[in-house]
């Protein structure tokens, strides 16, 4: 029922930037974190950056200091910004919520993905 949907991908050359945009559809609890993960040919999905919903930021080392995550003011929205972008940056982005019932009940979200391809 709940949906993620991102927006903001594309084509860039290096040093470009690009937004990326997720907002969820449908009820997500007040305690959760959203984030970004990405994941490129061959690899293993990773974080790239997350907040909770307390304001707590968790960023890859790889993208500290380029990408930078927010949140709206209604807790159901993550965008993040993403400078000097590297071609080792291409990938697939997915946007993630994880949300936590009072009594520990846990609910995972995943966007469908977007493409974020970085030319040299």
């Known amino acids: 029922q709940v949906r993620l949907v991102e927006s903001g991908g594309g084509l860039v050359q290096a040093g470009g930037s690009l937004r990326l945009s997720c907002a969820a559809s449908?009820?997500?609890?007040?305690?959760?974190?959203m984030g970004w993960y990405r994941q490129a040919p061959g690899k293993q999905r990773e974080l790239v950056a997350d907040m909770t919903s307390g304001g707590t930021t968790n960023y890859a080392d790889s993208v500290k200091g380029r990408f930078t995550i927010s949140r709206g003011i209604s807790g159901v929205t993550a965008s993040l910004q993403m400078n000097s972008l590297k071609p080792e940056d291409t990938a697939t982005y997915y946007c993630?919520?994880?949300?936590?019932?009072?009594?520990?009940?846990?609910?995972?979200?995943w966007g469908q993905g977007t493409q974020v391809t970085v030319s040299s």
């Open positions: 449908g009820s997500i609890f007040s305690d959760n974190t």
């Open positions: 993630n919520a994880n949300t936590r019932l009072r009594d520990g009940t846990v609910y995972h979200y």
